[in-house]
């Protein structure tokens, strides 16, 4: 997927005004516009210019299209940084409208971003909804936690720039929280109109890389390290879990890869998940000549076992 620079197509300085974006784009509609353009690929700039206007009219899209930074050449390929729009505060909850433009928008604002902040003409009106994605940490969910959070607001200042504000919240996040889930805080979306009540901002959670652990779904997965006489003669080691240590036994004769359920340790719910432990042998390093000593020894002892047998060699 290419990257595109909607600056570029547009021809305006990364730093200029939403006036000028405005005027920028009028111009250029109206030479490739279709119906009047004599330019060999008036339809395709047309709809380029539609996609950047898109994107550079609307401060929240641009934000974020901002936030990916300057260094991307258009044309290069492009894939969005994980979690690239996490604690950023947006309005709506549509589909941006991908559909008509480049894959490029669709990766960008198709999943879940705001449609932007619609008209209302009522006197008396509830503000808008605001969404906003957030990392938590695991061990959060094993135990419940209130934390404070920063989240990013796009405005346009006094001289049409767009620029970040930045909100702080208490956010009490209950044990068992999944990912993926909600969270409603009523009253912190956009203020109402006239007398109307403030929207509400929903918090979708996601859970921050762990070095240990992995999530899928309400699982929770460990790569345990394994010395190979613990794994072929069997042991019982302290493991940790999110929700502390325990103790494990290894079976006598365990492999790499070898799966050990605990039941019941995953993220809790009404219907807790489970915590799978999954063996890793490690094999001590032959950096001295007392372990080089060792392995020859190993493999006088065990010279008639072949781990390619499988293979037929």
Request: proline fraction near 7%; charged fraction near 25%.
């Amino acid at each position: 997927m290419e990257y595109k620079d909607y600056y570029k197509i547009m021809g305006v300085a990364r730093d200029a005004t939403q006036d000028e974006i405005k005027r920028a784009y009028r111009l250029l509609a109206r030479k490739y516009h279709p119906d009047v353009s004599k330019e060999p690929d008036a339809e395709a700039r047309f709809k380029e210019i539609g996609e950047a206007n898109e994107v550079l009219k609307d401060p929240e899209k641009r934000a974020a299209y901002d936030k990916l930074g300057a260094n991307w050449q258009a044309g290069q390929d492009f894939r969005p940084p994980p979690d690239w729009n996490t604690g950023f505060e947006f309005s709506g909850a549509g589909d941006g409208g991908a559909a008509q433009f480049s894959d490029f928008f669709e990766s960008l604002y198709g999943r879940g971003f705001g449609a932007g902040r619609s008209q209302r003409t009522a006197f008396h009106a509830k503000g808008e909804d605001h969404h906003a994605r957030i990392l938590v940490d695991l061990e959060d969910a094993y135990r419940g936690a209130v934390r404070t959070l920063t989240l990013q607001i796009p405005e346009v200042d006094a001289q049409g720039h767009v620029a970040m504000r930045e909100r702080k919240l208490n956010v009490n996040l209950p044990r068992g929280i999944r990912a993926g889930q909600h969270i409603r805080l009523a009253g912190q979306g956009a203020p109402g109109i006239g007398q109307g009540q403030a929207g509400d901002l929903y918090l979708e959670i996601e859970f921050r890389p762990h070095p240990f652990y992995r999530v899928e779904q309400h699982d929770v997965y460990l790569d345990l390290p394994v010395a190979p006489w613990e794994a072929a003669l069997g042991a019982v080691l302290n493991v940790p879990t999110p929700g502390g240590a325990v103790e494990l036994r290894i079976p006598p004769g365990s492999s790499t890869g070898n799966k050990l359920r605990l039941k019941g340790r995953g993220i809790p719910s009404g219907t807790p998940g489970d915590f799978y432990v999954v063996l890793k042998i490690v094999v001590p390093p032959a950096d001295n000549e007392a372990a080089k000593d060792s392995y020859r020894n190993l493999a006088e002892q065990f010279k008639s076992f072949n781990p390619r047998s499988k293979l037929g060699v």
